[in-house]
């Protein structure tokens, strides 16, 4: 899995290609998390697991990642870790972080949500891909 | 600049068949070097995109500060017919009611310069910023219902002001309509003890000084003259509208398929005005338009203490009282004349703010003999405006005017190319204070990550749709 950050004027992209699906959602919010702080200063102290079912992928997408901004915004929640299993457009998945600190996390970006702007995801080769916008 | 079509000096218009299925023709306002700019992203595109969408009145508009954003452009407005029209979270945005007030004070440069230091310092104490800083105001929900239907007028009676703000803010502090019963759960979690937070990003508190009048009848109606201390806020709804926003683009997105709605975004997912969905849509946006009102009121409230605890006296002595308070990202019913006809329109403004002229029903009386304060906040290196709503906003751009500088360089690029020690070190040299948590961000913000504001203000009173009324140089900003 890879990911890297794309060029949006007002706003910041991330392009995430995997091997799989499950690979695919757990980088993009790898992606999006390390937009928002160091990945390395999150510790692995708490666990939580979701499940979140969508009537196609883009959809899935949209609620997985607002889903965990959710999770931070309103609970104080930063993951680090994401073991994601999907099928027929259903997510689960057991989340690894903290509590949130903003002195010790130090923010880098806030992002307010992730947009439905371009997304789409994609086969790509012998696996996949997402552009995602996030609106900061 | 391929397929657009030059209108007037400063006009210009993208024909129906710029793209499939466009209903309306796309008109953008601006010189060439900005149309240039504005060709260089995917923002014209999203011009042509919201075109596309039924029941649109007469065109599909950009303001000047026109770029690539998600759905519709930043810079955009549009305007349905209430019959066959609808209603799109993609033409409002995640940061509903994002806007900004501006408030004056009686205070000379030379006044507030001796203790400048001192102001910012008392500001940043008590304006809370960033992610995940609670506000200082706790907000059960009852309380929360209670800011969700009353805004800034609610505020003010927990003691955040005096009621004399009410009669300077649009539609007197209390945008009207709001349901807190179309919001979810998650949305009273996440507004919860942030009223009164800055937030991050574009956000801002900064001390100007009026550097210039350009209509002195009319900047003497607004109490403005040079050498005058004003403070500018810019700031928004905070999670409650990014929570909304998300929530009812689902609600949207199942509207749309089930009406086989072909949408060249799906940001741009939209209910039919009429129906239930586009009725809760708007009663909970209106929820986080008032949400917004009152967060500004609260920051307002903070920025009265800095100057009275730093300068002494009390607020009305320092004479720091609001001039207007806008939120340039919104849809509203408003009335507008099309072909002759009065029509109720359900107007969307993506960065852009309304700018009614003299006369209009939906400023405060004060004002109604001069026409309605257009507050312009600029780069932090350069200037900020107030400007004035005109007839011409009324005829071109369904009362519509800019809303900032606009973008040109992205967030990364900007954090590649620009160090932000160097700049706080550069805009300090220039008399400029700077604080904020995080250099990165300030790098971000750059005044060169953003078009210049004196091209895009000048586009929008060569274009008829504002006229200047005062210039405002930056000396102290507190960022997020």
Redesign the interface.
């Known amino acids: 899995m890879e990911f890297r950050?794309i060029?949006?004027?007002?706003?910041?992209g991330v392009e995430v290609t995997a091997d799989s699906l499950g690979e695919l959602f757990r980088g993009a919010a790898l992606a999006m998390v390390s937009l928002?702080v160091d990945l390395g200063k999150i510790e692995g102290k708490i666990e939580r697991e979701i499940s979140l079912k969508a009537?196609d992928l883009?959809?899935l997408m949209?609620?997985w990642l607002?889903e965990i901004?959710?999770l931070?915004?309103?609970?104080?929640l930063i993951f680090k870790e994401f073991d994601v299993s999907i099928s027929d457009c259903c997510i689960s998945s057991k989340m690894i972080g903290e509590k949130?600190?903003?002195e010790r996390h130090?923010?880098?970006?806030?992002i307010?949500?992730a947009?439905?702007?371009?997304?789409g995801v994609e086969r790509r080769n012998e696996g996949w891909m997402v552009r995602v916008?996030f609106?900061? | 600049m391929e397929g657009l079509r030059k209108k007037g000096k400063y006009k210009w218009e993208l024909p129906v068949g710029y793209r499939p299925g466009m209903r309306v023709p796309g008109c953008i306002f601006a010189d060439e070097e900005l149309m240039e700019l504005a060709a260089e992203d995917r923002a014209i595109e999203q011009v042509a995109n919201v075109a596309t969408l039924p029941g649109i009145v007469k065109c599909s508009l950009a303001m000047p500060d026109i770029h690539w954003g998600y759905g519709f452009p930043i810079g955009g407005v549009a305007a349905f017919q209430q019959k066959d029209g609808i209603v799109s979270p993609g033409g409002v945005g995640f940061d509903i009611s994002c806007g900004v007030r501006l408030v004056k004070t009686s205070l000379s440069e030379n006044d507030v310069r001796v203790r400048l230091d001192e102001l910012v310092f008392e500001m940043n104490r008590r304006i809370p910023k960033g992610l995940g800083i609670k506000g200082r105001i706790k907000t059960p929900e009852q309380l929360l219902k209670k800011l969700f239907t009353g805004g800034a007028r609610e505020v003010i009676r927990m003691g955040y002001g005096i009621e004399q703000d009410l009669e300077r803010i649009e539609l007197g502090g209390v945008y009207p309509g709001a349901n807190p019963e179309k919001v979810s759960a998650r949305v009273f979690e996440r507004g919860k003890d942030q009223v009164g937070t800055l937030g991050s990003g574009n956000h801002f508190v900064e001390v100007q000084v009026v550097e210039r009048v350009f209509l002195p009848d009319v900047a003497k109606i607004f109490g403005l003259f040079e050498g005058q201390v004003t403070v500018m806020i810019h700031s928004g709804s905070r999670g409650v509208g990014h929570q909304i926003c998300t929530d009812y683009l689902g609600v949207m997105d199942k509207v749309s398929k089930r009406i086989g709605a072909e949408l060249p975004d799906r940001q741009l997912a939209y209910a039919p005005l009429g129906t239930k969905e586009a009725d809760d849509y708007m009663e909970a946006m209106t929820c986080a338009a008032n949400y917004a009102v009152a967060n500004r009121q609260a920051l307002t409230h903070w920025v009265r203490e800095s100057f009275e605890r730093v300068y002494g006296g009390n607020v009305r002595a320092l004479g720091v009282d609001l001039l207007f308070d806008v939120s340039h990202n919104i849809a509203r019913i408003e009335r507008h004349r099309v072909d002759g006809k009065e029509l109720n329109l359900c107007v969307h403004r993506k960065g852009a703010t309304a700018s009614f002229p003299a006369g209009h029903p939906d400023i405060p009386s004060a004002y109604a003999g001069v026409g309605q304060p257009v507050i312009i906040p600029g780069d932090m290196g350069t200037c900020s405006y107030v400007l004035i709503g005109t007839e011409g906003a009324m005829r071109e751009s369904f009362g519509s005017t800019c809303h900032g500088a606009g973008r040109v360089m992205s967030r990364s690029k900007a954090k590649k190319t620009i160090r932000g020690e160097e700049l706080k070190r550069r805009l300090e040299s220039e008399g400029i204070i700077v604080m904020s948590g995080k250099p990165s961000l300030l790098a971000e913000e750059a005044p060169e990550a953003y078009k210049d504001v004196r091209r895009v203000v000048d586009v929008c009173e060569g274009a008829g749709i504002s006229k200047k009324v005062a210039m405002m140089r930056p000396i102290a900003v507190l960022k997020g």
């Open positions: 950050t060029e949006h004027t007002a706003d910041i928002i009537d883009d959809e949209f609620m607002n901004l959710y931070l915004s309103a609970k104080g949130f600190t903003p130090k923010v880098k970006e806030e307010k949500a947009t439905y702007h371009e997304l916008i609106d900061v």
